[in-house]
């Protein structure tokens, strides 16, 4: 019996004086830290994903916290509802950003875009890259490895089999930039959603001119500039045999995407074209 | 004892299948496609344009920037056209386009075969001569040849190592040159030592070559008393700059140090051929020897090769594609690079042409690292290839550097030994690259 008391009452004293000693020392190395920082993080969709360009969450919180206008903090993956209520939450004004999702600007599958060599080094793309151009006669195209399917944290792309190229998931993606970082080739590219997540793109970033990229690729841009003349927004520019449209004038009016002779300019999400003579197609529901 | 290099090292089989054969002339081509960029640093600029005519050895682009070469025709004929085509990678490259009409050479090029032993020139003027004739270092490279001969200001060398090892398996033109004009390279060397102002020179050749040290031997006895030729035991990659002096002179040039500061410069032998060319005969450097060869071949061949001659041209000379052949490379198979376009040129430093069967080039699947520390036994820059490649996965830039990512010199010794086939050579040749282009970006102190 004694036993069982010495060792209870010797354990407690032992417990209470460690415990003051801890509580004293906590004191003395005290961190002075915004408890708003942890109000800002729990707001936050703690993903660590790195799309706001910041280390994580945490940072990105106390950068809200320190910064005098939320001007250059967003967090593309909570959007604009999240950076409503931080904003709110400190009081201050924030910049509404449209939403945004990733588009893959290549569409060399096997049909279109037949291998000239074939690749049995390690399957990376970076590590492709780094040897040559590719084993098609696009320099420019995607190399199927997949190395933006690696990068991406919201499982929203994937390699699609038949086609050997990635396909995003629009429901999943939140234009964290993550994969933009990885591909090495520069295909991938932050546009916006688009009213009712319509969006008219150039699906090829080939820069040679028109007869080798033809060549290359039955599918590319040939710089041929008649989406350019066709397009009453100027929002088409071409520069280097290689047609651009700036998402911010296009109006989704679908002019280029006829237009185009190599079928390089994509419509997405549009309801399927109706024959003319029935009703006006380009006339939106 | 013959010496060798201390730490690492690997012992492929050398294959060297074509050592028998002597070196022919390739027959003229009907279009030469002379790329710009044969050389490291910036590429040269054309100073020619469509419609000229130009002769063999003409200057047809002058080096741009201080790191760059001269580059001369190697035909005679036509300029068709100045265009971007792309080099053996795939990768755009300015190239000039002849069209080949006989072979009419400059009249400077002295064409006999007698050898000339005076140096008549003077120190400036050998490396003058150099620069001008566009020779380049032929080990593998392409490093402009006189900006090595001329060491940075504070740094003095006071021994030339000429790179006779050769140990990339399969290649054999150092070693036909080496047999067939010995003196020829032991007068270039000499040609080098006076540029240098060095008293001391070193032949290294590998031990699996005895009829080459023979040769050379036999021609340095003879009046080359000051050239050391030095048998080194076979293994790879004795032929590196840093892995040459240790094996020679005993020296380590610290990390991420140059040759230079341990007081020594490595030229290869096809390098001292060329120069011997180009101070003593007045020719530029438009051709190279180039070893064809690979198992599945019938007939192993040693070429003098113009340089500008597509991959597609050779293949159809020799006879086309062997029907089991599936890869290409130009150079080695350790250190050289697959052909991925066949419509692109040789260069100056084009060395061989390796055909391989399926079986040859086959990567089994990866497994896991078992941690063998083979890869870190066989480094012979005493790296942890295994610790590079799992930082280099996860990209920890800090910790790669720390672990000195930049002294690797890309030999392949640690793909070749990894029993798991991890492609450790493929993900720290690309953190290398990251964690230089990190470097590159801090403000220097």
């Known amino acids: ?285 | 004892m013959s010496k060798t290099f201390s730490i690492g090292g690997i012992h492929p089989h050398d294959n060297k299948i074509s050592k028998d054969a002597a070196i022919e002339n390739f027959p003229l081509v009907e279009t030469a496609y002379i790329s710009m960029s044969q050389h490291l640093g910036a590429p040269a600029e054309p100073i020619v344009a469509k419609g000229d005519k130009v002769k063999v050895g003409q200057l047809i682009a002058k080096a741009s920037g201080f790191i760059s070469a001269n580059i001369h025709s190697s035909v005679s004929g036509t300029v068709r056209s100045v265009e971007m085509l792309p080099d053996l990678a795939g990768n755009p490259v300015q190239h000039v386009i002849i069209d080949v009409e006989g072979d009419e050479w400059i009249d400077t090029i002295d064409r006999s075969n007698d050898i000339v032993k005076d140096i008549k020139l003077g120190k400036e003027e050998i490396i003058k001569r150099i620069a001008e004739c566009g020779v380049v270092g032929l080990g593998g490279a392409a490093f402009p040849t006189h900006i090595k001969l001329t060491p940075p200001p504070g740094k003095v060398a006071d021994v030339l190592l000429i790179n006779g090892s050769e140990c990339e398996p399969y290649l054999t033109s150092d070693y036909r040159i080496m047999l067939e004009n010995p003196e020829e390279i032991l007068i270039g060397v000499r040609i080098m030592m006076k540029a240098l102002g060095v008293s001391k020179a070193y032949v290294g050749i590998e031990e699996n070559k005895p009829k080459a040290i023979k040769s050379m031997k036999g021609v340095a006895d003879k009046g080359y008393t000051d050239i050391k030729i030095v048998p080194l035991k076979k293994r790879y990659p004795q032929g590196g700059e840093k892995q040459l002096i240790d094996a020679v002179t005993g020296r380590r040039v610290p990390s991420m140090g140059l040759p230079i500061d341990t007081g020594a410069v490595v030229q290869n032998v096809g390098t001292a051929l060329a120069v011997y060319e180009a101070v003593q005969k007045n020719k530029p450097l438009f051709d190279g020897i180039v070893t064809v060869t690979g198992k599945c071949m019938t007939e192993q061949r040693n070429f003098r090769l113009r340089v500008g001659t597509t991959f597609d041209t050779m293949m159809f000379a020799i006879g086309g594609f062997p029907k089991d052949a599936v890869k290409l490379i130009s150079g080695g198979p350790m250190m050289g690079k697959a052909v991925a376009c066949m419509d692109a040129a040789s260069v100056k430093s084009t060395s061989g042409l390796l055909l391989l069967t399926e079986e040859e080039t086959k990567r089994g699947p990866e497994r896991n690292c078992i941690r063998c520390a083979k890869c870190v036994e066989a480094c012979p820059m005493g790296l942890q290839p295994y610790l590079l490649n799992r930082l280099a996965r996860v990209n920890r830039m800090e910790e790669l550097e720390e672990n000195m990512v930049q002294d690797c010199i890309e030999c392949g010794c640690c793909l070749y030994s990894c029993p798991a086939n991890i492609p450790l050579l493929d993900t720290i040749r690309l953190s290398k690259a990251k964690v230089l282009k990190i470097m590159r970006g801090r403000p220097k102190k």
């Open chain 1, 1 to 285: 019996m004694n036993t069982v008391l010495f060792t209870i009452l010797s354990l407690s004293i032992l417990g209470i004086l460690l415990a003051l000693i801890l509580y004293f020392v906590a004191q003395k190395f005290k961190v002075e830290e915004d408890p708003r920082i942890d109000d800002v993080q729990a707001i936050l969709p703690g993903a660590n994903c790195g799309g706001c360009g910041f280390a994580g969450c945490r940072a990105f919180a106390e950068s809200c916290v320190k910064a005098e206008t939320l001007e250059k903090n967003f967090c593309p993956v909570g959007g604009n509802e999240v950076m409503k209520q931080v904003a709110q939450y400190l009081g201050m004004e924030m910049a509404e950003k449209t939403p945004q999702v990733a588009v893959v600007r290549c569409n060399g599958n096997c049909d279109n875009r037949p291998k000239t060599n074939n690749y049995d080094g390690f399957s990376s793309c970076a590590v492709m890259s780094s040897f040559y151009s590719g084993d098609t006669a696009c320099k420019y195209g995607c190399l199927g490895h997949g190395d933006c399917v690696l990068a991406c944290q919201f499982d929203a792309i994937k390699m699609d089999p038949r086609t050997g190229l990635p396909e995003v998931d629009e429901s999943k993606c939140t234009a964290c930039g993550a994969c933009v970082k990885a591909c090495p080739k520069m295909i991938i590219e932050l546009r916006n959603k688009g009213i009712k997540n319509r969006r008219i793109f150039v699906s090829c970033v080939n820069k040679d001119k028109g007869g080798i990229a033809k060549k290359a690729c039955a599918v590319a841009c040939i710089g041929c500039t008649k989406c350019q003349k066709v397009c009453a927004y100027d929002a088409i520019t071409i520069t280097s045999n290689l047609a651009y449209i700036d998402y911010n004038k296009c109006k989704l009016c679908r002019k280029c995407v006829v237009e185009c002779p190599t079928h390089a300019i994509w419509e997405v999400n549009f309801p399927v074209r109706v024959p003319k003579k029935e009703t006006s197609p380009l006339v939106e529901q």
